[in-house]
């Protein structure tokens, strides 16, 4: 080979050598910038179905106490939140209409012995001839009006004596003082006692929930001022009507509350297990928030290497799991790290 050929194919060898490694080193970077993911396979299977519900607490029996008549208040004996039990006095009125009351029970005492009196004495002069039937009867009308006045007045003056020292009917605690000493009542109870053993805890179930909703399933409920602490009670109405306005159903659980720590009026949240489904269950860290939007995604392997960005829609949290009401197939393989990088269709490199 001459010089100038050799020369040629030289340089020939270098430039398709250079042109080799730049191939080499474009290949090289593009490998290098396609992200690398960890992946988990995912499966459906069995998942309570919680139904969770805002409830509030109702007493299961309220009773206003208040005067028979206008009054005024000499005593309260009770303040609100203060338990109290059944016959308990709980207020102390005026009792200055009391006299006048034992006043009138004398003089109708009065009144209907002298008219026996005189009845004795028409029948023994009747007896004798000296009378007559027709006086005998008047004597008697005279004498039954007697004893029914007589009847009136005491029971007046009994309404009366009950007016002036009140009692709780029932054994619970006051949830409402509406007076203080020396007011007269008036259109309000003077004290409100409710019975709070057992509770009762009312909520709303939609139409589809309303058919697995059943009177004697369990309910666990917790309250706000008890934080975590879990209450145990049992369905026992369900409303066979819909509200018009919510759609809704009322339903009303029963809770025993034997220490009366859960009172009327405090806030609830009570779960229901309406059954089980078969759900695609995913770590908590496979779901993606869309930003500026309320949408969650999930990024699913294809065959290819490459994902798919899956809108999905989340059930319950279960721990650090998420279950799926839509958006995943059983056995799919879904990113669980190294999210940041992707977009739908971008081919990706799975790691251990």
Partial sequence: MNKPTALAFCAGLLALTACSGKEEKKDAAKEDNIPVVKVESVSARSVDQLGTY?????????????ANTPNRIKQILVDEGQRVGAGQRVAVLDDVNTFSYETQVNNARANL?????????????FKIGGGTKQNVDAMEIQLINARNALSQAERALRNARENTVLTSPIS????ARNYD???????????????????????????????????????????????DEQF?????????????????????????????RVLPGMFGRVTLNLGTANRVVVPDKAVVKQQGSGNQYVYVLRPDGTVSYNQVQLGQRLGDEYELLSGVESGSQVVINGQSKLADGVKVKVTK
């Avoid at 009670?233 to 919510?246: A, F, I, K, L």
């Fill in 113 to 125: 012995k002298n008219v026996e009196i005189n009845y004795n004495r028409a029948v023994e002069l």
């Fill in 181 to 227: 000493p020396g007011d007269m009542t008036g259109n309000l109870p003077i004290v409100t006692v409710a019975r709070v053993q057992p509770v009762k805890i009312v909520i709303n179930v939609t139409e589809s929930e309303l058919p697995r909703v059943r009177k004697g399933m369990p309910a666990a409920i917790k309250f706000d001022t008890y934080g």
């Fill in 232 to 260: 145990n009670g049992t369905v026992t109405t369900v409303m066979p009507t819909v509200d018009p306005q919510s759609r809704t159903f009322g339903v009303e659980i029963t809770l025993p509350n034997a220490d009366s």
């Fill in 54 to 66: 805002t409830a509030t607490v109702e007493a299961q029996i309220i009773n206003n106490i208040s």
């Fill in 172 to 175: 619970g605690v006051v949830t």
